[in-house]
């Protein structure tokens, strides 16, 4: 039975609140599998093993969010056309996205595979770490077919309105996740390869099956006959609105990775540390993540309907739920910091400097959910070239701040978490400062 749903009447926040939360929490699900490696890898193979994943994590996101990007540009079409009621133009997309979104899996796994040790060694990965690392990021690189899948069709449901159907498989698949790491870690003793193969096959699994059920139960988005042929305009606008999206993705990646080599060179307690905040704010954003993906649907149909001031209503409402949320986390980490990084690691030096890192950076994270709603807001409403403009602000904040801040002896190790709270900061001004300048006015899809 079709779950499709139309934005565009109804309360604002009661459709992006009850749009956001199935997406919450099937996005804290996809995060458990990340968690899951993270808290048997770190408590079953020592930190030293927690430290070879925490290396390669920049890299492996990297690819994935190439590939998320890509899915949400598709979205951004199909929603435009779903709220305009152009049933036949929503299909078209559907179908040339799967192209697009297929080849560019592909081409993203080959070199990720064959170049993983070059890759780290290069990033200043330490030699007793790099064939573990090595291992994990070919293993995890190889299931990037899998993560492109998932989000693909997540986006395409998410476009249409439907944000629970997804969510059905990502509970199947990461209950799977779950047994298949225990098994693979401590009965079968496959290392830090094992983890990371039971969350490629538990994505995968869950990728295959939603795909299916969603083209058997939903006529919105299941071709009729002559309608499984490329068109090349509609590619061509698919790689131009998911491309910004995508090269925003991949610029802020890099920038991580960059943050991740300057990280590399303090010593394994710095890096177990850093591992463990990376897991825990990865969770911190997925309120973020799953309310900009409710506002980019929720803006892409009312855009597309030609209610504009329904969409600014929407946006204003989420930023002020954003910031009670992260009024809310920084109190958390200000006074329990310690106790939540040692679900993670078991040194007592990591968890002295992982609850510090914890209070620098959740000192922003209300910059934080305005740089994830405005860009949900924004790509909602056509203007998706802004997003490389914001990943081009993250690149240069996360090199520069990096390595001026770690070179200042009493900033040190320090310095890598208040360049993230810098970065933060400076990227959010810049998103208010570009939804305060109207030009996502003009950037509807035609």
Known sequence: MSRSRIMTEGSEIECIISFTLPLLVGNL????????????????????????????????????TLCIGLSIGAGVLISQYFGAGRPDRVRAAVVNSSVITLIFAILATIPSVLFARQVLTFLGVKANLLGRAATYMKIACAGTICVAAYNWINSVMRALGDSK?????????????????????????????????????AQGISAVSCIIYCFKTNADIRPKEGEWKIDS???????????????????????????????????????????????????????????????????????????????????????????????????????????????????????????????ITG?????????????????GAGDTGYSL????????????????LTRIAYISWRGIWITTAITWAITG?????????????LKAVK
């Not at 808290?39 to 990297?62: N, P």
């Not at 779950?178 to 870690?185: A, G, H, N, W």
């Not at 001004?429 to 006015?441: E, N, T």
Request: net charge positive; glycine share 10%.
């Open 429 to 441: 001004a810049v998103s208010i400062l570009r939804y305060k300048s109207g030009k996502w006015k």
């Open 29 to 64: 699900l996809q995060q458990t599998y990340n968690v899951v490696d993270t808290m048997i890898v770190g408590k079953y193979l020592g930190d030293d093993s927690l430290a070879a994943v925490g290396a390669t994590g920049s890299i492996t996101y990297l690819f994935y």
């Open 165 to 201: 159907t997804p969510l059905i498989f990502l509970i199947v698949s990461t209950i799977l996740n779950v047994i298949l790491d225990l098994l693979f870690v401590m009965v079968f003793k496959m290392g830090v390869g094992g983890a990371a193969f039971a969350t490629i096959l």
């Open 233 to 359: 305009k509609l590619i061509q606008k698919c790689v131009t609105t998911g491309i910004p999206i995508a090269a925003q993705n991949g610029l802020i990646s890099l920038s991580m990775v960059a943050l991740q080599s300057v990280t590399n060179r303090f010593d394994e307690g710095i890096m177990t540390a850093y591992t463990a905040t990376m897991r825990i704010e990865q969770l911190v954003h997925q309120p973020y993540f799953s309310m900009s993906a409710a506002v980019t649907a929720f803006t892409g149909q009312n855009i597309g309907a030609g209610k504009q001031e329904r969409a600014v209503k929407g946006y204003k409402s989420s930023m002020k739920i954003g910031s009670i949320f992260a009024a809310v986390m920084f109190v958390l980490f200000a006074f329990f910091g310690k106790n939540v990084i040692g679900i993670f690691v078991n040194g007592s030096r990591p968890k002295e400097i992982g609850a510090l890192a914890l209070i």
């Open 363 to 379: 000192s922003c994270y209300i910059p934080l959910g305005a740089i994830h709603i405005t860009r949900g807001f924004l790509n």
């Open 389 to 404: 403009v914001n990943g081009i602000t993250e690149v240069l904040c996360r090199i520069f701040f990096s390595l001026v």
